[in-house]
Nanobody, 123 residues
Framework: VQLQASGGGLVQAGDSLTLSCLTSGGTSSWSIAWFRQAPGKDREFVAASFRGVRAYYSDSVKGRFTISRDNAKNTVYLQMNSLQTEDSAVYYC???????????????????WGQGTLVTVSS
């Protein structure tokens, strides 16, 4: 499975942005997640679509970000609203066909990763 993240860019605080993660297909029942890594910080969990059934979010983005998927387009989206400067990071999408619910926020549970897309939020 190949993943390609896109949609990053430079926006102002308070703006919205939508990231896309295009998969190579056959992932409609897979778990797809978004992680991010800010400069000098560890990569952290942002959101996940667990087997296309349920969404999970980190506390820092809950209520502002929405993960969704269009299986017909093999694409998972991350709608980001009310962006803050702290949201600036490289965003990665990741996929797994075998992940269990208790591991949905763990990076090491995902076998496939996209290349990352940079989001910069200016004040």
């Amino acid at each position: 499975v190949q993943l390609q993240a896109s949609g990053g860019g430079l926006v102002q605080a308070g703006d919205s942005l939508t990231l896309s993660c295009l998969t190579s297909g056959g992932t409609s029942s897979w778990s797809i997640a978004w992680f991010r890594q800010a400069p000098g910080k560890d990569r952290e969990f942002v959101a996940a679509s667990f087997r296309g059934v349920r969404a999970y979010y980190s506390d820092s983005v809950k209520g502002r970000f929405t993960i969704s998927r269009d299986n017909a387009k093999n694409t998972v989206y991350l709608q980001m609203n009310s962006l803050q400067t702290e949201d600036s990071a490289v965003y990665y999408c990741a996929a797994s066909s075998t992940i269990i619910l208790s591991s949905v926020r763990r990076q090491d549970a995902y076998s496939y990763w996209g290349q990352g897309t940079l989001v910069t939020v200016s004040s």
